[in-house]
């Protein structure tokens, strides 16, 4: 049995969950809760950067940061599941992963900088910086939607969105029609979605 340290709130958390149900390994990995925060947590012995998730082997083995989770999950499930493995489909998917993994990013320095700094030194210029990488990227995805067969990008932009949902509260559903329509169909197509939701 896999054990994966994460948080019911990280999308990059989420993303491995709902990346192994798609692969079908989701019966092989234990979900234990990690505080980040702590420093008594194991996590910052499990990876030295005390982030999640991380995934650790039953020989031991740790494996951190969500892209090289799921590239070893694609892996145990005998690959081109959850990555494609033909070229241009391949680095397409990676792009839009990326994308995807930009927005959460800069939707959780957001809520950090809200959480962990005291108002009067948040800087705004910084803050509209971390928005104006969401919106750009909410943006791209409106005009360019994941197709085809659920991969890494569908999983990785539907984790995004629901972190947005998430911590504020669904705001970008007004300007984004396309994605609203496109995350109600993940949802609809993939339980796990809704069976991983904080």
């Not at 990346?19 to 092989?28: D, F, P, T, V, Y």
């Not at 910084?126 to 197709?147: N, S, Y």
């Not at 911590?167 to 339980?191: C, I, M, S, Y």
Request: aromatic share 8%.
């Amino acid at each position: 049995m896999m054990m994966l340290r994460s948080s019911p709130a990280s999308p990059f958390g989420r993303k491995v969950l709902i990346a192994a149900a798609l692969a079908g390994l989701a019966g092989r990995i234990q979900t234990v809760a990690a505080d980040t925060s702590d420093p008594a947590d194991t996590i910052r012995q499990q990876n030295p950067l005390g982030k999640i998730p991380a995934l650790i082997l039953a020989d031991g083995t740790v494996y951190f940061d969500s892209r090289v989770i799921v590239e070893y999950l694609d892996h145990l499930a005998g690959g081109d599941v959850l990555i494609p493995t033909e070229s241009e489909a391949r680095f397409r998917a990676l792009t839009l992963a990326a994308l995807a993994d930009g927005i959460a990013d800069a939707a959780l320095l957001l809520v950090y900088e809200e959480r962990l700094r005291d108002a009067a030194k948040r800087d705004p210029k910084w803050v509209a910086l971390q928005d104006e990488k969401i919106q750009r990227g909410l943006q791209a995805f409106e005009k360019t939607l994941p197709a085809g067969r659920r991969d890494i990008a569908h999983i990785g932009l539907a984790c995004a969105l629901g972190y947005l949902d998430l911590r504020f509260k669904g705001t970008w559903r007004g300007d984004h029609p396309h994605l609203t329509q496109w995350l109600e169909a993940f949802a609809a197509e993939v339980p796990a979605f809704e069976a991983t939701r904080a």
